[in-house]
T-cell receptor, first 109, second 115 residues
């Protein structure tokens, strides 16, 4: 079974700060998803990546397959970025996705 | 497209009652997933379908849970009889033909409370 570790579990930062959320896993995968869940509960897929780096607006996701590690970065953070960010793994011997426990991010104005 | 549509948004029921959750996936998506989210366990896969056929139901907690997908545009998750420990948010998600290696589109979830 693939073990997924997200860090930090909780993060509070000031508006404008550069944010990094990490995800490590134990077994090789075919893809990694970053999901965002707002306080209202809805889940949005931010990125799906299997190698390298992807960028969308102020969000950047990177993955290092050899090191079994991915990071999600937020530049110029804003209070509306406050949410739970979840790393989810595809493949690695399991059907469906294997989810991390999430990082609770609060951006204070 | 309206996205993945789930109903109801909230359901409160008494222990022992039957509960039916509904999902309409995005048109053209061949994969449909049911997930459950609790504070203790986070998000867990319950079952998923490919082209209306259940592929893996190993995440279904017990026989009280059942899921069907009678056609490409509709799926149900049924709990009978319901128990307080079933209280959770249930999400439906769909994706394109490549399944796990495609972006997932989630519905807004059904918040189930069993008293």
């Amino acid at each position: 079974k693939n073990e997924v570790e997200q860090s930090p579990q909780n993060l509070t930062a000031q508006e404008g700060e550069f944010i990094t959320i990490n995800c490590s896993y134990s077994v090789g995968i075919s893809a990694l998803h970053w999901l965002q869940q707002h306080p209202g509960g809805g889940i949005v897929s931010l990125f799906m990546l299997s190698s390298g780096k992807k960028k969308h607006g102020r969000l950047i996701a990177t993955i290092n397959i050899q090191e079994k590690h991915s990071s999600l970065h937020i530049t110029a953070s804003h209070p509306r970025d406050s949410a739970v960010y979840i790393c989810a793994l595809a493949g690695g011997g399991a059907d469906g996705l294997t989810f991390g426990k999430g990082t609770h991010l609060i951006i204070q104005p | 497209d309206a996205g993945v549509i789930q109903s109801p948004r909230h359901e409160v029921t008494e222990m022992g009652q039957e509960v039916t959750l509904r999902c309409k996936p995005i048109s053209g998506h061949d994969y449909l997933f049911w997930y459950r989210q609790t504070m203790m366990r986070g998000l867990e896969l319950l079952i998923y379908f490919n082209n209306n056929v259940p592929i893996d139901d190993s995440g279904m907690p017990e026989d009280r849970f059942s899921a069907k997908m009678p056609n490409a545009s509709f799926s149900t998750l049924k709990i009978q009889p319901s128990e307080p420990r079933d209280s959770a948010v249930y999400f439906c998600a769909s994706s394109l033909a490549s399944g796990l290696n495609s972006p997932l589109h989630f519905g807004n979830g059904t918040r189930l409370t069993v008293t």
